[in-house]
């Protein structure tokens, strides 16, 4: 069974950092994709950032491009996605999401239902 468990998220004033941290349990970790998806209150789902498991391919969203920035630990089957200069619009709850496939990272990052797993999700919440 595919299990994502996303933690890490929390308050944070603007132009501060947090990492979150997704592990993934129940499938070959290396032939996977791993991104992030966020949904604001009132607003659609909205891809992040993906990274390829495989090679370390990454993809980030232009909305993010500069100050969250993706990586994952294979042996720990972890990934993780660091979020700095923090705004109050990057409130939302953060969901971690896998697909079998490491060569979709621009597609699943452009529409995110094309995600094949989702885990909880983690709220992000920045006061201005």
């Known amino acids: 069974e595919v299990q994502l468990q996303a933690s890490g998220g929390g308050l944070v004033q603007a132009g501060g950092s947090l990492r979150l941290s997704c592990v993934a349990s129940?499938?070959?970790?290396?032939?996977?994709?791993i991104g992030w998806v966020r949904q604001a209150p009132g607003k659609e789902r909205e891809g992040v950032s993906c990274?390829?498991?495989?090679?370390?391919?990454?993809y980030v969203a232009n909305s993010v491009k500069g100050r969250f920035s993706i990586s994952s630990d294979n042996a720990k089957r972890t990934v993780y996605l660091e979020m700095n200069s923090l705004k109050p619009e990057d409130t939302a709850v953060y969901y971690c999401?896998?697909?079998?496939?490491?060569?979709?990272?621009?597609?699943?990052?452009?529409?995110?239902?094309?995600?094949?797993?989702w885990g909880h999700g983690t709220l992000v919440t920045v006061s201005s």
């Open positions: 990274i390829s498991t495989a090679d370390g391919r990454t």
């Open positions: 129940g499938f070959n970790f290396g032939d996977f994709a």
């Open positions: 999401a896998a697909v079998e496939s490491v060569h979709i990272l621009a597609l699943v990052t452009t529409w995110p239902e094309k995600y094949d797993y």
